[in-house]
Nanobody
Framework: VQLQAYGGGLAQPGGFLRLSCAAS????????MAWFRQSPGTEREFVAG????????PYAHSVKGRFTISRDGAENTVHLQMTSLKPDDTAVYYC???????????????????WGQGTQVTVSS
């Protein structure tokens, strides 16, 4: 599967952005999907995931309550709605996919085989 991430940009603290990840084939029931992010000098970190079933939806503690991951089966797209943005959210955001177990939503990047190219999110006043 090929993944194309888009929707990044510049937002003010407290603002919002919506990221999208378009897949080249069906993702519902097929792939576990996730968003990771990486800022300069840091390791890539898990942000949010959604299992093949759609029932297991974990979030990183730092974004829980502010970010929402969702899946649009008809358009083979995964979204990340980001609200109450903070400067610490500044990073390159990547979407990822893999054939995990049906209810699994892995949090480690090594468990994902397919990656999008990344989209920059900058939160600054």
């Amino acid at each position: 599967v090929q993944l194309q991430a888009y929707g990044g940009g510049l937002a003010q603290p407290g603002g919002f952005l919506r990221l999208s990840c378009a897949a080249s084939e069906r993702i519902s029931d097929t792939y576990a999907m996730a968003w990771f992010r990486q800022s300069p000098g840091t390791e890539r970190e898990f942000v949010a995931g959604i299992s093949r079933s759609g029932r297991n939806i974990p979030y990183a503690h730092s974004v829980k309550g502010r970010f929402t991951i969702s899946r649009d089966g008809a358009e083979n797209t995964v979204h990340l709605q980001m609200t109450s943005l903070k400067p610490d959210d500044t990073a390159v955001y990547y979407c990822a996919a893999d054939w995990a177990r049906y209810e699994a939503a892995p949090r480690t990047q090594t468990e994902y085989k397919y990656w999008g190219q990344g989209t920059q999110v900058t939160v600054s006043s």
